[in-house]
């Protein structure tokens, strides 16, 4: 099993080195995990100290053969989260005591059930609760999320629509841009659909650094922007 203590060494490791001065005015930074061994290092390099614990997080999976498994766990989690907003702000509370947060622990634990056999997120929970970054739990898990989508090739497809599209549409949306040249070979594609009423109707499509903005928003801007220039 891969113990508490052997993560915070690994956060430890994947956190950049910088003057005193700096660390303790900084108070985001630049990380990128750096196992020995290379077939052990997250496929892309993160930012930020969510960034920093998903990393670690990664190279600790890939030592003990439970990627997959991890993922699951913080799947459920990211669930969870989905379902009661409230939780990260809780997260996030700086007066939460160590009885506070290990009753925290526990619950999530019972979020997650048998998937974390090696008691990797585990060990990432009491690791958080310890140095006060459970607030950073949603990030660890949206980060984490990144790396296993970068591990198995994927390209994410970001569907942003005013209302809820249902499957069929995502569907035939993401046939016609798995043969665009947005996706490269040997990639497959990621449907992320999400929901954003402030662009009115509509969608924007996001693949790789490429963005298609057909939203009544954007459509509604151009309008104004024309006519001013007009008048």
């Known amino acids: 099993m891969f113990s508490s203590k052997a993560l915070t060494t690994a956060f430890r490791a ?49 030592k003990t053969s439970t990627l997959e498994p991890t993922s699951k766990s913080l799947e459920s989690l990211s669930a969870l989260f989905k379902r009661d907003p409230k939780l990260a702000t809780v997260l996030e509370a700086p007066t939460l005591s160590v009885s506070d947060k290990q009753q925290i622990i ?33 990030g660890v898990v949206d980060n984490y999320a990144k790396l296993m989508s970068a591990y198995r090739g994927e390209v994410e497809l970001i569907v942003t629509s005013a209302a809820p599209l249902d499957n069929r549409t995502l569907g035939r949306l993401e046939a016609a841009i798995s043969k665009s040249q947005y996706v490269g070979q040997g990639k497959k594609l990621k449907v992320v659909p999400k929901v954003n009423p402030d662009i009115r109707g509509g969608i924007v499509v996001e693949v790789g650094d490429r ?21």
Do not use: C
């Not at 634990?109 to 950073?136: F, M, P, S, Y």
């Not at 963005?211 to 008048?231: E, G, P, Y």
């Open 14 to 62: 994947a956190a950049p080195r910088a003057p005193m001065a700096a660390r303790v005015a900084a108070t985001r930074s630049y990380a990128q995990a750096a196992p020995s061994n290379a077939a052990n290092k997250p496929p892309l390099a993160l930012f930020g100290i969510d960034g920093t614990y998903a990393s670690a997080l990664y190279t600790a999976a890939a």
């Open 211 to 231: 963005t298609i903005d057909l939203s009544v928003a954007a459509k509604m801007a151009k309008m104004n922007k024309l006519l001013k220039d007009t008048l």
């Open 106 to 138: 526990t619950e999530l634990q019972k979020h997650i059930g048998g998937q974390d056999r090696e008691g990797i997120v585990k060990n990432l929970l009491e690791t958080l609760a310890q140095n006060n970054r459970l607030g950073a739990l949603t």
